[in-house]
């Protein structure tokens, strides 16, 4: 039987699960970044324990679903944070029952944690030195993960995995990413092949199961509509005639 004080310990550190917020964890991660941003393995290495804390704050994860939506049956990335100098995203991501990812990679570090429903990941390395075009794969480990497992990305040669969803339910994770240091592909485990949002943005689309948007044509990913109008309008004005006439989106 516990004492009143140690009650109130426990009280205590539950209160504290329960207080750990979005803005919390990104105020600590910023100081990760600031102190290890140039040193991956310790940044991700360190950052593993808070993902692991931001995912016992069931209630508030469960708040910020309750103001998004999803369509049913689709992967659904909601944008929790973006690090005012682009250091790194927070995402919340909705993996529908039965889905699979290509094999991919993702040209940063990234950290995974599940909060709710399981994720069946595969990991892969490349053969050979990573400036070969058709690079085949060996796949290195498979893991289950389950509620508040988390799982770690480095670039180079460690960020390349797929991920399934075997279960009757969906799967919600917490995945935050650095900035890319190169364009991310999908592998053709066969033929070696690779395929990026730029070279082939409707056969990565089709890959991902996405219905091909504007955004993926003009191979972007995880842009906001703000982001992609802003894009649009660049884009517009390096298109600009002798003449200096612009074709500026309204
Ligand atoms: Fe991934």
Known sequence: ??????????????????????????????????????????????????????????????????HRREKEGYRARHLLHRHPAGAYTLWMMVFPAGRCTPVHDHGTWGLIGVWKGEEHEDKYERNGPPHIMSPLLTKTGETRNAPGAVTALLTPGRDIHSVRNPTDSPAYSIHIYGKASAPSHVFDLETGAQMTWHTHPAGIAKAWGYQPSLANLLGLRNVTSGELLNEIRRRLRDTADPNGQTYEAQ
């Open 1 to 66: 039987m516990g004492s009143g004080i140690l009650d109130r310990r426990n009280a205590g550190t539950r209160w504290m699960k329960m207080a750990y917020s979005v803005s919390e964890f990104t105020y600590q991660f910023d100081r990760l970044i600031y102190a290890h941003g140039d040193q991956l393995a310790e940044l991700v290495k360190q950052g593993a324990p808070l993902i692991e804390h931001l995912l016992e704050n069931r209630r508030s994860l469960s708040g910020i679903l309750a």
